[in-house]
């Protein structure tokens, strides 16, 4: 079984401190996601990565940013962490690219709340 | 441009009777569709998918869904729900086209009542 797991299922942060989010998959896929999920607006794609050092901007970018050092290991950064950044955040990694039909596998999830 | 309507936020159904959440869907090329399930405080796992073979697709815990292009419809049924049922289902639209053509559609909420 694919598995994608985060480092903190439950986070508390300060406004304006670094955050880092970790996310590591043992199936050797291509590629990651880091995606956010509010309430009536499903998941939005922050970036993802198709390959290690890659990566590509989602549809909401601003104020993050991403590493990905290792194939297993894809990471989002938030440079300095607002309000408006209290999210549920879901990393996924799948086979195929983005636009493919392949599956993507999720980890379960890091709420993060920002004080 | 992609686009994916779930046509209820909330759906409540009693044990045992039939499972219906609607999607809607808008797509520039043959897209993949998919169902994907959260239950609580967990991640998302695929239910199932199209991917332009057979217009039925069956998938996990007896969902299944039926393509009907001339609807640009991905509705998702079971015949009979049970408790466990109850979660998050999002229905989320591919394009083979470029890296980012992925949507989720906003979810549905099922409720199912003893």
């Known amino acids: 079984d694919v598995k994608v797991t985060q480092s903190s299922r439950y986070l508390v942060k300060r406004t304006g401190e670094k955050v880092f989010l970790e996310c590591v998959q043992d199936?050797?896929?291509?590629?990651m996601f880091w995606y956010r999920q509010d309430p009536g607006l499903g998941l939005r794609l922050i970036y993802f990565?198709?390959?290690?050092?890659?990566?590509e901007k989602g549809d909401i970018p601003e104020g993050y940013s991403v590493s990905r050092e290792k194939k297993e290991r894809f990471s989002l950064i938030l440079e300095s962490a607002s309000t408006n950044q209290t999210s549920m955040y879901l990393c996924?990694?799948?086979?195929?690219?983005?636009?493919?039909?392949?599956?993507?596998?999720f980890g379960p999830g890091t709420r993060l709340t920002v004080l | 441009a992609q686009s994916v309507t779930q046509l209820d936020s909330h759906v409540s159904v009693s044990e045992g009777t039939p499972v219906l959440l609607r999607c809607n869907y808008s797509s520039s090329y043959s897209p993949s569709l998919f169902w994907y399930v959260q239950h609580p405080n967990k991640g998302l796992q695929l239910l199932l998918k199209?991917?332009?073979?057979?217009?039925l697709v069956k998938g996990i815990n007896g969902f299944e869904a039926e393509f009907k292009k001339s609807e640009t419809s991905f509705h998702l049924t079971k015949p009979s729900a049970h408790m466990s049922d109850a979660a998050e289902y999002f229905c989320v639209v591919s394009e083979e086209t470029s890296y980012d053509k992925v949507i989720f559609g906003p979810g549905t909420s099922l409720s199912v009542i003893p």
């Open positions: 199936m050797d896929h291509e590629n």
């Open positions: 996924a990694s799948s086979w195929g690219l983005a636009g493919s039909t392949d599956t993507q596998y």
């Open positions: 990565s198709y390959d290690v050092k890659m990566k």
């Open positions: 199209y991917t332009s073979a057979a217009t």
